[in-house]
Every structure is written in structure tokens, then in C-alpha cells.
């Protein structure tokens, strides 16, 4: 089932916003240094939801960061130090580096990855990459202001990042579940709504012609296929557990949260069946 926006590229190129600019003049450097390293990249994170929000929405979200994270496929922690090293260090931070004034980070997946799907740095912090290999087998092509294309999840595979993002982090930040939740609207709005009102409709039907919970149950239907039979076990225990989903639907701070949230694991049960 398709799940991005049913082109072949995602182009912003005519775009003027000042955050897309911007990150446009960033990753013309990153993209730079990785192909002068031979390094295959994902652009993440809120620049990623800036991008998916410009090209469905007509602009940025209403939180706004000026970060740029990237998702990079990384053979050896070797590679990584040779990629990173054409970088200027930020701090004495082991994952973050400033390219023309902005902070980037670096995220590592692939051969760098333990049994569980963690990555150990070598300041002894273990970090959860699961969802990152995947969301690039399944990505967005986005053409960006000065030509660059560069390559997104599409949006079940951004959501879902947030949401394992989400579990990992909810004692520190609610900032993924926001996220989510943006997302969640999403899935209703634009060619998703346009979607649901035509090879979608049995699931608006079903649904009692409501959007909003027609398209969270066909965000949370999207998510499984983008896993393997280990993420999917993780994924089933998130949304199959009570209390899990009550502090979701807190702090995915949506008006309708306690409809749209059960929706969206429902869709997730339903599609593992």
C-alpha cells in the first residue's frame, strides 16, 4: 500500500521559508562531505517534519527548531570517525557538529548496530536506532530550495520514529509525542484526506465518516509493514498496553486525544492480524 504523497519526488524548490532555506544551505554541505565519503544519509528529525509539513500544509509546523538531525549508514565506528572528522565538533559532543552555524546530528545505523537495535557511542550512552534502516528502505525523495535532493521518511515512517522515540525518552521530553500527534493530523489533511474520500472510503465508513479518526487508524495501519518481526513485537507491546497509551494520549496534547490515539493502535493491532 502506498504510503507517501503519490509522486515520484517531494519538490520544494520554489519554497521561500526561512527555516527550509536555511536547512537547504546546511545539507548542501553535509551532502558534500558524504559523498566525499561515500556515506548513504536520511535526513530526520524536525527538519524532516518541517519539510513533510511544508509539502502538505503549506508550512512549518508550529514548533520550530533550527537542528538538523541525520541518519547515517555506518558499516564500522571507523567510518564513522572519518566521516565525522571532515566535520567541526560541537563541544565535546560525540554525535553533534556545527556545519554553517547550525548544529547537526549524526546518527549511525547499520553495521554499528548491536542484536537489539542500540548503538553503544563511545562515551558509554546506548541509543535505540530501531526504525532507522527502515525508514530509509521506504523514503521520500525532496528536491530543496538550490536543487539539492535529499531523502525523508515518508510519514508512517516519521511517526513511527517518534513514537519509539517517544517510549525511549517520555520521562525527559513530550516533544515526540507532539510530534506524533502533528502527524496524527496529517493523515487527514490534504491528498490523505483526499485519500480517505476516495480508495480509502470503506475506512471513513467504518469510521462513522469522521477524518480525523479514519486517518489515525490508517497512519497507525502503516506502521508495521515498515518493521521487522522484532520491531513489531516491541511495536504490539507499546499499544497493547493500557497504561502506555493513557500517558500517549497526555502527552500527544491533541483536543481529541483519547479518540485519535486508540484509533492509531487500533490501526496498528489491525494491520499485524
Do not use: C, Q
Not at 554553517?100 to 548491536?114: A, M, Q
Not at 472510503?201 to 469510521?207: F, G, M, S, T, V
Not at 483536543?255 to 490501526?267: D, H, W
Amino acid at each position: 500500500m502506498a504510503t507517501g504523497f503519490g509522486g515520484s519526488m517531494l519538490d520544494l524548490s520554489a519554497s521561500t521559508e526561512p527555516d527550509l532555506l536555511l536547512a537547504a544551505k546546511v545539507l548542501a554541505r553535509v551532502d558534500e562531505v558524504a559523498r566525499a565519503a561515500g556515506v548513504d544519509y536520511l535526513v530526520v528529525g524536525a527538519t524532516a517534519r518541517t519539510m513533510l509539513s511544508i509539502g502538505l500544509v503549506g508550512g512549518p509546523p508550529d514548533r520550530a527548531t533550527r537542528d538538523i538531525d541525520i541518519a547515517a549508514a555506518m558499516g564500522t565506528w571507523e567510518d564513522f570517525d572519518r566521516f565525522v572528522s571532515r566535520l567541526e565538533r560541537r563541544g565535546k559532543s560525540v554525535h553533534s557538529f556545527l556545519v554553517e552555524g547550525v548544529e547537526v546530528d549524526v546518527l549511525p545505523y547499520g553495521g554499528v548496530e548491536e542484536e537489539d537495535r542500540t548503538i553503544l557511542w563511545p562515551d558509554d550512552h546506548r541509543m535505540n536506532v530501531r526504525g532507522l534502516s527502515e525508514a530509509v528502505a521506504s523514503a521520500e525523495l525532496v528536491r530543496l530550495p538550490g536543487g539539492l535532493v535529499i531523502k525523508v521518511p515518508t510519514v508512517p515512517a516519521l511517526a513511527l520514529l517518534k513514537l519509539l522515540a517517544w517510549w525511549d525518552r517520555r520521562a525527559r521530553t513530550t516533544r515526540d509525542a507532539i510530534d506524533l500527534g502533528t502527524m496524527i493530523g496529517w493523515y487527514s489533511s490534504g491528498p490523505y484526506l483526499d485519500r480517505l474520500y476516495g480508495e480509502e472510503i470503506d475506512i471513513l465508513e467504518r469510521h462513522g465518516y469522521d477524518p480525523a479518526l479514519a486517518g489515525a487508524w490508517l497512519l497507525g495501519s502503516h506502521m508495521p509493514g515498515l518493521l521487522d518481526p522484532a520491531g513489531v513485537a516491541v511495536l504490539l507491546d507499546m499499544v497493547g498496553n493500557t497504561d502506555v497509551l493513557a500517558r500517549l494520549v497526555g502527552d500527544v496534547r491533541l483536543p481529541r486525544g483519547a479518540a485519535l490515539v486508540p484509533a492509531l493502535a487500533e490501526g496498528i493491532r489491525e494491520a499485524h492480524v
